[in-house]
């Protein structure tokens, strides 16, 4: 301090590269003072220091400030002030510093930028582009962000408030989190499968039956599955407890047993138009297991075994009358040509010989070939 300044009740302030200092002179401001060695008045004169190293202007003087000095407020800060529907990204030197989001404003010193601003409006949606997504992540600026995933094989219903809106592919999409509730749906759209178990089912002639199920199925359109079903999954199991019940209930027990391949035709064609109207594509349908009743089971296992018992009651006796007939047959043949009665007996006496040590002719060999002869003549 110099001889001067100290006669004139002055005192001298230092300000270095990161600071600057907002000066009050009986309440009311007078400047901002940057880097260097000022000479500041005694009396009635108040001092704010301000260090940039935090570069917002933090003060319950910036309003009034505003309105009284905008001079100073213009030469010395820069302001970013948002609408209703709008989101400003503060950059400071090429890399986002703030998010500004929609309803207010924020000063920074103008010397610690180089400053830029990105305006966004929301009217237009409320979905962040990955790549901004991306550049707020390595800022560490996500607190105004939500996220959600869709994996491969599957495609988000988005709505908004309540309200669906559109479809999202598999990836990662971001949106803002201002007052908006975002909700997402993952619907998938592969091939599954889907079971039906235990099924019962009382037939035309009242007998109880238990069924098991089988359906393939995919979403070819997710928007009108989730608009049309709350649970589009729970209405395929419905259409096809109906219809097959509908359909099998309409037969007796024979005619189910008889032919399944047929009913479940019918039944899976009921099931696949239905299906059609809440965007499901149905492929194959199978009616895997029909399941009796024990005490039933045992009245078919009689059934089956009486069936089979007759059948062959009816196959031996057939068999017996054919070897009766060709008995029949061979004793005409023999009545009428007595030599071949001759040779069976030389047969049998053949095939008795092969058996037993020793074999006794009472007639003789040389009988039995005259008798022969006798025959013959």
């Not at 219903?157 to 007052?179: A, C, E, K, N, Y």
């Not at 047993?257 to 047929?262: H, P, T």
Request: no cysteine; net charge neutral; glycine share 6%.
């Amino acid at each position: 301090m110099t001889l001067i300044d100290f006669m004139m009740g002055r005192r001298m302030l230092t300000l270095t590269e990161t600071e600057r200092a907002l000066v009050m002179r009986k309440g009311r401001f007078d400047t901002i003072l940057g880097p260097g060695r000022h000479g500041i008045a005694r009396r009635n004169t108040d001092i704010l220091r301000f260090d940039m190293s935090e570069p917002h202007f933090k003060s319950d003087y910036i309003d009034a400030l505003v309105k009284t000095r905008p001079d100073l407020a213009h030469a010395y800060l820069t302001e970013v002030r948002t609408g209703t529907d709008e989101v400003a990204i503060l950059n400071r030197d090429g890399r986002a510093f703030e998010v500004v989001t929609p309803d207010q404003r924020t000063f920074v010193w103008t010397d610690a930028g180089p400053w830029t601003v990105d305006r966004i409006d929301l009217t237009e949606g409320h979905e962040v582009p990955v790549a901004l997504a991306q550049r707020l992540m390595r800022s560490g600026l996500t607190r105004a962000l939500t996220s959600t995933e869709v994996s491969a094989g599957h495609v988000g219903i988005l709505s908004i408030d309540g309200v669906v809106t559109r479809q999202l592919p598999s990836g990662t999409h971001w949106f803002w989190m201002l007052g908006r509730k975002h909700g997402v749906k993952l619907v998938d759209t592969r091939w599954q499968a889907h079971e039906v178990s235990g099924q019962e089912i009382l037939t035309r002639d009242r007998v109880s039956l238990r069924v098991n199920l089988s359906a393939d199925y995919r979403v070819t359109d997710p928007m009108r599955a989730v608009a049309e079903a709350r649970d589009f999954v729970g209405a395929l199991h419905l259409s096809l407890q109906l219809a097959f019940r509908k359909t099998l209930g309409a037969l007796t027990l024979d005619e189910v047993l008889a032919d399944k391949v047929s009913v479940s035709a019918d039944a899976a064609a009921q099931v696949r138009t239905d299906m059609a109207a809440l965007g499901i594509e149905v492929g194959e349908i199978a009616l895997k297991d029909v399941i009796l009743p024990g005490e039933m089971r045992d009245i078919l296992n009689q059934v089956v075994a009486a069936q089979k018992e007759a059948e062959a009651n009816v196959i031996r006796r057939r068999e017996e009358t054919n070897a009766t007939r060709s008995l029949l047959n061979t004793a005409k043949v023999m009545a009428e040509h007595p030599v071949m009665l001759r040779l069976k007996e030389l047969e049998a006496l053949e095939t008795i010989a092969g058996k037993v040590e020793r074999l006794t002719v009472h007639n003789g060999a040389e009988g039995l070939m005259r008798d022969i002869v006798r025959l013959q003549d």
